[in-house]
C-alpha cells in the first residue's frame, strides 16, 4: 500500500517558528530537483509537496547520491520520507535543510494541486527566485537556483565618523564599551540556522574556548592557526583563522566575551577536529567583521548535554559526550611518547563518580595534566571527552575538550550535596572487560589485590593483551650494580649512541653534547602473600628515588658511596601501585613481565577511614 503524503506538513513547517522540525518524519512528493554549486560543493535543491502546498527544501550532499534518473532512486514525482530535517532562513525564505531521507516509491504523476505556500503567504516573494518557488513546472532553463543568486543588499551601517560598526584589519578601536549595536541586533541569525548557502548573516556568539596559536608545515605548504568555540541559545560551533587573520584576530577574541561576527565562511565540519555537535564549521577570512558586544547577558556562558557515567555503555567508541562528576583519585603526571610522531606528551588519569554509584577512569593531556589539582574531591565539568572502550568504558579529554573545577551551575550543586550526604561513603563499580576467569575487570583494576592473587587469577598470562592490577606493597630492593638508565634523546626519548665527539640520535638524525638519561630500574615488590620482580621507568622511578636520572648518574661517576645510599634509602617503603602484567616468552620460556606504572605513598589517614566505612558496611 503506498503510504500518503502529510497533508497540511508544509503550511505548519513554514509558520512554525524557530529551527526545529515542527512535523516528525512528514512525507512528501519531489515535484523538482535542480543541482546547485556551492562553496563545499554540489547539492540539489529540491521543491517538496504535501499535495496542498509546496516549498523549497536542499538535500544534504551527503545523500547526492541518491539523485539519479534511475529506478529506485530520487527523481521527479519520488514520494519521499525525510526523517531529519532542519529550517532555515535562507534570503528572507524559509528553506527545508534535508540531513537524512528515505525514497517510499515512485509515483507516476504529481499527486494533487499543490499551490506555493510562499507565493500564497508573501504575495509575490515566491516569484523571486526566478521561477523555482513560483512556479514548480517551469522548464530548466528559467530556474535560477537562490545559492547563486545575489542576495537583497542590506544598507552598511556606519557611525559618526563614517567609520564601519564591525571591526576591520588590525583596528581594536571598536572593541570598547558603548551602546548595543542595534542594527547588529536586528540582523542577528542563530548559530543553528546556519548553512553554506547565506551571503548576508550575523551571529551574537560567545567565546567559550581558544586555543592556542598552532603551526604547521609540510611539502605543501605552511602556516598557522587558531580556533574558537563560539556559543548562542541555539547551539554552537567552532571557528578557524588561518595565516594571516591569526595576526589580525587572535588579539581581539578573547574567552568568555560575546561579538557580533559576520561574513565567515561556512564549510562542512571536519568532525575529526571538532567535538561540537553541528555539521558545520566557520573559517574566518580577510573580509569577516568582528564586534564586541556589550550586551551579553542573552547569552549563556556554557552548555552542557551531561551524560550520566552509569549510561557511558550506551554510547559508540569515539563517540564525544559531557560529563560531571567528582574527582575521587588523581594520578601523578605521567610521560610517554606518541607512536604516530614520536612526540613526548604529558597525562594524568583520574577516577571520576556520579550519583549512579558508577565510576569511570578519565585520561587528561599536557598542560590541563600538569595544570590540575584534584584535592579536595572537587566536582570537574567535562566538555569533550571521548568515550573509549579500555577496559569496557574510559574517557579522554580532547584537544578541543576543556574542563571546569567547582562550576558554578545547578547540576555541580546537586552533586556536590549528594557526595557529602551519601557519595563519600558509598561503593562504587566500575565498567570492565571480561578475565580469563569469567570475571569483570573490576577485580583486577578499581579493588586492591595481592600479589598472590594477581597470580591465582593468571594476570598476564594472556600472550595477547596486557591485565592491569591495583595492589599495596613494599619496594623490597631496587638493583643498581646494573645500568639503572640510559641514554635519552631530549626529543624523541629514544636510546642515542655516544660517538667520538657528542652523542647521536639515529631516530631524529640530531647530535647533542649530552644525553638526557632516563630511568630503566628493576624492583622487588614484596607483600605479606608473594613477592614479583618490576620493571620501573622514568616517571615511577623518579618518585621512588627523588633524584633525577641525569643526576643519578652524575652520583655514580663522582660519588659512589651516596649513589649507593641513594637506592638503599629508597628500599623498605609501602606504596599504592598500579602494574601492567603481560606474558612474554625468553629463551623459549614463558614468563610474565610486570611494569610499574604509577606509584604513590600510602595515605594512612584516608585509608584508615575508609576500613572504617567497610566495617561499618557489614552486618555483623
Known amino acids: 500500500m503506498e503510504t500518503p503524503l502529510t497533508r497540511g506538513a508544509v503550511k505548519t513547517i513554514y509558520e512554525a517558528t524557530g529551527q526545529d522540525a515542527p512535523v516528525d518524519s512528514p512525507v512528501f512528493q519531489v515535484i523538482n530537483i535542480r543541482e ?10 529540491l521543491i517538496i509537496s504535501d499535495s496542498e502546498y509546496y516549498m523549497q527544501a536542499i538535500l544534504s550532499s551527503a545523500h547526492s547520491d541518491m539523485v539519479a534518473e534511475a529506478d529506485g532512486m530520487m527523481q521527479r514525482h519520488t514520494v519521499i520520507r525525510v526523517t531529519d530535517y532542519k529550517v532555515s532562513m535562507i534570503q528572507d525564505r524559509r528553506i527545508v535543510m534535508v540531513q537524512d531521507v528515505q525514497i517510499l516509491y515512485q509515483a507516476r504523476d504529481r499527486i494533487g494541486e499543490a499551490r506555493s505556500i510562499e507565493k500564497e503567504k508573501n ?34 551601517f556606519s557611525s559618526s565618523n563614517n567609520q564601519p560598526l564591525f571591526m576591520k584589519g588590525n583596528s581594536s578601536s571598536n572593541m570598547s564599551g558603548g551602546p548595543v549595536n542595534m ?8 548559530i543553528n540556522g546556519l548553512n553554506p548557502y547565506q551571503n548576508k548573516w550575523t551571529i551574537k556568539a560567545r567565546v567559550t574556548q581558544k586555543s592556542d596559536i598552532k603551526h604547521w608545515s609540510n611539502q605543501r605548504s605552511e602556516g598557522k592557526l587558531f580556533s574558537v568555540n563560539l556559543l548562542d541559545k541555539s547551539g554552537e560551533i567552532k571557528a578557524t583563522a588561518f595565516k594571516d587573520q591569526v595576526d589580525r584576530l587572535y588579539p581581539l577574541l578573547e574567552e568568555g566575551k560575546v561579538y557580533y561576527i559576520s561574513r565567515a ?5 571536519k568532525k575529526q ?9 566557520l573559517t574566518f577570512e580577510t573580509n569577516t567583521e568582528v564586534e564586541q558586544c556589550n ?12 551524560v550520566k557515567i552509569a549510561d557511558m555503555d550506551k554510547h559508540e567508541k569515539n563517540q564525544v559526550v559531557d560529563i560531571i562528576g567528582v574527582v575521587r583519585d588523581v594520578s601523578t603526571v605521567q610521560e610517554l611518547v606518541a607512536k604516530s610522531s614520536g612526540r613526548p606528551m604529558k597525562k594524568r588519569e583520574m577516577t571520576v563518580v556520579d550519583q549512579t554509584e558508577k565510576e569511570i577512569r578519565m585520561t587528561i593531556w599536557e598542560a590541563q595534566a600538569e595544570t590540575f589539582d584534584g584535592t579536595g574531591e572537587p566536582v570537574v565539568a567535562f566538555k569533550g571527552v571521548r568515550v573509549n572502550d579500555y577496559n569496557g568504558r574510559s574517557l579522554s579529554l580532547s584537544a578541543a575538550g576543556r574542563l571546569t573545577m567547582n562550576p558554578e551551575i545547578p547540576e555541580a550543586k546537586e552533586l556536590k550535596k549528594w557526595y557529602d550526604t551519601h557519595g563519600r561513603d558509598a561503593t562504587y ?3 570492565g572487560g571480561q578475565g580469563r576467569d569469567g570475571q569483570g575487570m573490576t577485580q583486577t583494576t578499581q579493588q586492591r589485590i595481592t600479589l598472590q592473587e594477581s597470580k591465582d587469577k593468571h594476570l598476564g598470562e594472556n600472550s595477547e593483551r596486557h591485565d592491569y592490577f591495583t595492589t599495596r606493597a613494599t619496594v623490597a630492593l631496587i638493583k643498581h650494580d646494573v645500568s639503572v638508565a640510559y641514554p635519552g634523546c631530549p626529543e624523541c626519548r629514544k636510546k642515542m649512541v655516544q660517538e667520538s665527539v657528542g652523542w647521536r640520535c639515529e631516530k631524529c638524525d640530531k647530535s647533542y653534547d649530552q644525553p638526557e638519561y632516563r630511568y630503566m630500574l628493576q624492583c622487588r615488590l614484596e607483600d605479606a602473600t608473594s613477592h614479583v620482580y618490576a620493571n620501573a621507568f622514568d616517571e615511577v622511578s623518579l618518585t621512588l628515588l627523588g633524584v633525577t636520572a641525569n643526576e643519578a648518574i652524575a652520583l655514580r661517576e663522582n660519588d659512589e658511596a651516596a649513589f649507593n645510599h641513594l637506592f638503599s ?14 606474558q612474554e616468552v625468553y629463551n623459549d620460556q614463558a614468563r610474565v613481565r610486570y611494569n610499574l606504572f604509577e606509584v604513590s605513598p600510602v595515605d594512612f589517614v584516608k585509608d584508615g577511614r575508609d576500613l572504617v566505612a567497610a566495617i561499618e558496611k557489614l552486618n555483623i
Open 183 to 190: 542594527h547588529s541586533e536586528a540582523s542577528v541569525l542563530p
Open 295 to 306: 550586551n551579553e547577558d542573552a547569552v549563556p556562558n556554557m552548555k552542557y548535554n551531561f
Open 265 to 269: 565562511r561556512v564549510t562542512m565540519a
Open 123 to 156: 504575495g509575490t516573494l515566491g516569484q523571486k527566485a526566478g521561477g523555482m518557488v513560483g512556479s514548480p513546472s517551469v522548464s530548466s532553463s528559467s530556474v535560477a537556483p537562490a545559492a547563486a543568486a545575489p542576495a537583497a543588499q542590506q544598507p552598511s
Open 569 to 582: 634509602n629508597a628500599a623498605h617503603r609501602m606504596y599504592n601501585m598500579k602494574i601492567r602484567a603481560k
Open 273 to 281: 577536529f571538532s567535538t561540537l555537535d553541528n555539521e558545520y564549521e
Open 429 to 431: 563499580s566500575s565498567f
Open 36 to 45: 546547485i554549486s556551492s562553496a563545499t560543493g554540489k547539492r540539489n535543491r
